[in-house]
């Protein structure tokens, strides 16, 4: 089945505890992306990688790291979490960033900063 | 800049009631757009799309028109159900490996 992974669902970590949420595809897709989802405000993009070893900057990238190493995954760091970034985290894939091109999001993974 | 207004929820309607949500968008160039669904505990999904004008996207009863004119892509459905119920975001791509998405409406469908 195709399918975006993200791992953990959940988590409550406290400030300044380095943390890494997981985010795997198996749909062979060149482009991902990683989300965060706040009330009121929609989707924001925190980084995205157009092909392995090739990452970028989205909206809002201040305090996150990505890593793209292999194709099929895409961990996002959080190298010293802050209470500002309890927030709902989704990981997306597309074959491209062409015109028209559907991204695949994973479950998410709602995290608090305490 | 780029942006997305979406009406503001939420939405509660009855069964076999008319559902119309307004999206305008603000873009440079000339998007694709698209509607996701965001159902109880799981991520977004696509529910249909458009990639130029006066094109109509359509899925599970769902249907949106692509008007450049006036800048919209408003989502309709004759009849919701309760399984409709979800969380619906409007959304638009122009390249760059960016997608703008709006602030999602939630919609409640009373059985």
């Known amino acids: 089945e195709a399918q975006v992974t993200q791992n953990p669902r959940y988590l409550i970590t406290v400030t300044g505890k380095k943390l890494t949420v997981t985010c795997s595809q198996n749909?062979?897709?060149?482009?991902m992306s990683w989300y965060r989802q706040d009330p009121g405000l929609g989707l924001r993009q925190i980084y995205y990688?157009?092909?392995?070893?090739?990452?970028d900057k989205g909206d809002v990238p201040e305090g996150y790291k990505v890593s793209r190493k292999e194709k099929r995954n895409f961990p996002l760091i959080l190298e010293s979490p802050s209470p500002n970034q309890t927030s709902l985290y989704f990981c997306?894939?597309?074959?491209?960033?062409?015109?028209?091109?559907?991204?695949?999001f994973g479950q998410g993974t709602r995290l608090t900063v305490v | 800049g780029n942006s997305v207004t979406q009406m503001e929820g939420p939405v509660t309607l009855s069964e076999e009631a008319f559902l119309t949500i307004n999206c305008t968008y603000t873009a440079t160039g000339y998007p694709s757009l698209f509607w996701y669904v965001q159902y109880p505990g799981e991520g977004l999904q696509l529910l249909l799309k458009?990639?130029?004008?006066?094109d109509k996207g359509s899925n599970k009863g769902f249907e949106a028109t692509y008007r450049k004119e006036t800048t919209s892509f408003h989502l309709e459905k004759g009849s919701v159900q309760v399984s409709d119920s979800a969380v619906y975001f409007c959304?638009?791509?122009?390249?760059?490996?960016?997608?703008?998405f709006g602030a999602g409406t939630r919609l409640f469908v009373k059985a």
């Open positions: 997306a894939s597309s074959l491209g960033a062409e015109r028209g091109t559907e991204a695949f």
């Open positions: 749909m062979n897709h060149e482009y």
């Open positions: 458009a990639t130029k004008a006066d």
């Open positions: 990688s157009m092909n392995v070893e090739v990452t």
């Open positions: 959304a638009f791509y122009t390249g760059g490996f960016k997608t703008i």
